[in-house]
């Protein structure tokens, strides 16, 4: 199974600023994916992170509101960009074979005020 | 829109007794997976079960899928009060010709709380 570590675990920011969230992955892997999840909500995947290509994002989010990278087969970051308390959420990021588990980060808790 | 729909919401129980969660989807799937989240911390995997398994056992958990129905559910048995925490399933969806993106479409999550 894969050991996924995500920085920072928690923030406060003023609205307007942008926050990086890093993803660090224990071992080599295909797939990253990055899911948002709102106060008492359940998870909606943002994007899927392609190593040497752009993101894949899903219907309602942008790259310019969440931008991400995927420099290598380890490491990925989601940015939160211009941010607004409406970005208040738990971010968290998760790898995995296709067909298989899906590893979930420990999360970003991240309040927007 | 969600794949999936979970019930019921909400579970209360005392310790020792079973609890069982229900999920409906609505697509096609590889397969589905049931994930538990305590107090909004990060999600740890319970079980995942293939399109074409009927059942499948870990300790005291014991999940079935009827792809007929579309419909999913998660059984704990002996609950215990370290149980509390809130359910979800989530469907990794086929794609054409039977793909794989990996991949999840979440359920809204069952919260439940076993009483000491």
């Known amino acids: 199974s894969a050991v996924i570590s995500q920085k920072p675990s928690r923030d406060i920011c003023q609205r307007g600023t942008s926050l990086t969230i890093q993803c660090q992955v224990d071992?080599?892997?295909?797939?990253m994916f990055w899911y948002r999840q709102q106060p008492g909500q359940s998870l909606t995947l943002i994007a899927t992170?392609?190593?040497?290509?752009?993101?894949?994002?899903e219907s309602g989010f942008v790259i310019d509101k969440f931008p991400i990278s995927r420099p290598n087969l380890t490491f990925s970051t989601l940015t939160v960009s211009n941010m607004s308390p409406e970005d208040s959420s738990i971010y968290l990021c998760s790898s995995g074979l296709a067909r298989e588990t899906q590893y979930f980060g420990p999360g970003t808790r991240l309040l927007v005020l | 829109s969600q794949q999936g729909e979970e019930d019921p919401q909400a579970l209360s129980i005392q310790e020792g007794e079973n609890a069982t969660m229900n999920c409906s989807y609505k697509t096609s799937i590889n397969n589905l997976q049931w994930y538990r989240q305590n107090s909004g911390r990060g999600l740890v995997h319970l079980i995942l079960?293939?399109?074409?398994?009927r059942e499948k056992h870990s300790g005291r958990l014991r999940v079935t899928l009827d792809t007929s129905k579309k419909s999913s559910s998660l059984l704990i048995t002996a609950s215990r009060a370290a149980d509390t925490a809130s359910y979800f399933c989530?469907?990794?969806?086929?794609?054409?010709?039977?793909?794989?993106?990996?991949?999840?479409?979440f359920g809204q999550g069952t919260i439940l709380t076993v009483h000491p």
């Open positions: 989530a469907t990794e969806v086929s794609g054409a010709g039977g793909t794989s993106y990996g991949k999840l479409t």
């Open positions: 079960i293939r399109s074409n398994e």
């Open positions: 071992s080599q892997v295909t797939m």
């Open positions: 992170a392609n190593q040497g290509s752009e993101a894949t994002y």
